[in-house]
């Protein structure tokens, strides 16, 4: 998922999230610790990404996942080519689909309304994930 604008943004690779549709509308839902680089691109702006690629680009994937936007420049180190194709988001020329997803609710994960305990296990810092459904506005596939 990628968030922020052509002059400055962020992304990272992310497992925990799907599609759907709620509110009678197609969304997506994606999960961002609070301690990750690209929560405060996902709080700040309305519109974000999700990229989808090749396995070809799992290296590069595996590196957006692991190290932060604080601390590297992910495009120039996994050779991902930003690209605009509005003028407030980003996403990348290699993706072979490109979600545009609009902003609709946020909500935190409360450890009080798990209902199995083990789940908590996930959070050893307590660092809760806060869920952003987005609706999906629009659809870019390459060619």
Same mark, same amino acid.
């Given at each position: 998922?990628?968030?922020?604008?052509? *002059?400055?943004?962020?992304?990272?690779?992310?497992?925990? $999230?799907?599609? $759907?549709?709620?509110?009678?509308?197609?969304?997506?839902?994606?999960?961002?610790?609070?301690?990750?680089?690209?929560?405060?691109?996902?709080?700040?702006?309305?519109?974000?990404?999700?990229?989808?690629?090749?396995?070809?680009?799992?290296?590069?994937?595996?590196?957006? $996942?692991?190290?932060? $936007?604080?601390?590297?420049?992910?495009?120039? *180190?996994?050779?991902?080519?930003?690209?605009?194709?509005?003028?407030?988001?980003?996403?990348?020329?290699?993706?072979?689909?490109?979600?545009?997803?609009?902003?609709?609710?946020?909500?935190?994960?409360?450890?009080?309304?798990?209902?199995?305990?083990?789940?908590? *296990?996930?959070?050893?810092?307590?660092?809760?994930?806060?869920?952003?459904?987005? *609706?999906?506005?629009?659809?870019?596939?390459?060619?």
């Amino acid at each position: 998922m990628t968030a922020g604008t052509p *002059e400055r943004w962020n992304t990272m690779t992310a497992s925990w $999230g799907g599609l $759907g549709v709620l509110w009678n509308r197609p969304v997506s839902f994606v999960f961002v610790r609070p301690t990750r680089y690209t929560y405060k691109f996902m709080e700040e702006h309305e519109r974000f990404t999700l990229s989808f690629f090749a396995k070809t680009y799992r290296k590069a994937l595996v590196f957006c $996942g692991s190290k932060s $936007g604080r601390d590297y420049d992910k495009a120039k *180190e996994t050779g991902l080519e930003p690209v605009s194709p509005f003028k407030d988001i980003v996403a990348f020329r290699q993706a072979r689909l490109v979600l545009v997803c609009r902003k609709l609710y946020t909500t935190d994960i409360d450890p009080k309304r798990f209902l199995d305990p083990k789940i908590d *296990e996930n959070y050893p810092n307590k660092d809760y994930h806060r869920m952003f459904v987005g *609706e999906v506005t629009d659809v870019l596939l390459r060619a």
